[in-house]
T-cell receptor, first 119, second 121 residues
Framework: AQKVTQAQTEISVVEKEDVTLDCVYE???????LFWYKQPPSGELVFLIR??????QNEISGRYSWNFQKSTSSFNFTITASQVVDSAVYFC????????????????FGKGTHLIIQP | NAGVMQNPRHLVRRRGQEARLRCSPM?????VYWYRQLPEEGLKFMVY????????ESGMPKERFSAEFPKEGPSILRIQQVVRGDSAAYFC???????????????????FGPGTRLTVL
């Protein structure tokens, strides 16, 4: 069984502050992928990043950065110098690598963190 | 190159009616996933289909829900005799044919549609 926990239900910060969204996961699979998605108020899902379990390098993309730590089963997401347009619900998700015998190929999502950036 | 299309975007049904949600995958994609997002919740996997074949329906409610992905046409998620608790956003995702072997290359991206918001009155 897999599980993704996003303990922060809602975070509110003032624009230009840095903010970190936590994601902790549980899986019995040795190979898997982790994801972050953004869901703006319009409702669609926007893919942000995919990281495989073999690669623990941190990644930076503009104001976004991700910290993957296998030892603590965490995949945290940091937004630097937040902007009002970053306001959205952010989901962390997990899936086993296909054909690894890990079960359903569907993504397992956390409950999401509602990020509010105040001007 | 059109993305994953879902229609209708919004659907209103009265209790007891049937709801049909359609998903047209991206061109060349032969795999479809359906997810349900209840209010204030994350997405929950429902079913995974190939054309004319259900691969995994472990997330589907046992009654009233069914899904198909025919050889021609869109994938359909059908909910019979809807109840208020079925009100949710239903997302479809598609991915291309999954290749066997090649550990790091065997993942195929799931591309999500915009969702159908079902409201049951």
């Amino acid at each position: 069984a897999q599980k993704v926990t996003q303990a922060q239900t809602e975070i509110s910060v003032v624009e230009k502050e840095d903010v970190t969204l936590d994601c902790v996961y549980e899986t019995r699979d040795t190979t898997y992928y982790l994801f972050w998605y953004k869901q703006p108020p319009s409702g669609e899902l926007v893919f942000l990043i995919r990281r495989n379990s073999f690669d623990e390098q941190n990644e930076i993309s503009g104001r976004y950065s991700w910290n993957f730590q296998k030892s603590t089963s965490s995949f945290n997401f940091t937004i630097t110098a937040s902007q009002v347009v970053d306001s959205a619900v952010y989901f962390c998700a997990l899936t086993p690598l296909p054909y690894s015998g890990g079960g359903a190929d569907g993504l397992t999502f956390g409950k999401g963190t509602h990020l509010i950036i105040q001007p | 190159n059109a993305g994953v299309m879902q229609n209708p975007r919004h659907l209103v049904r009265r209790r007891g009616q049937e709801a049909r949600l359609r998903c047209s995958p991206m061109k060349g994609h032969s795999h479809v996933y359906w997810y349900r997002q209840l209010p204030e919740e994350g997405l929950k996997f429902m079913v995974y289909l190939q054309k004319e074949n259900i691969i995994d329906e472990s997330g589907m409610p046992k009654e009233r829900f069914s899904a198909e992905f025919p050889k021609e046409g869109p994938s359909i998620l059908r909910i019979q005799q809807v109840v208020r608790g079925d009100s949710a956003a239903y997302f479809c995702a598609s991915s291309p044919f999954q290749l066997a072997g090649g550990l790091l290359s065997s993942y195929n991206e799931q591309f999500f549609g915009p969702g159908t918001r079902l409201t049951v009155l």
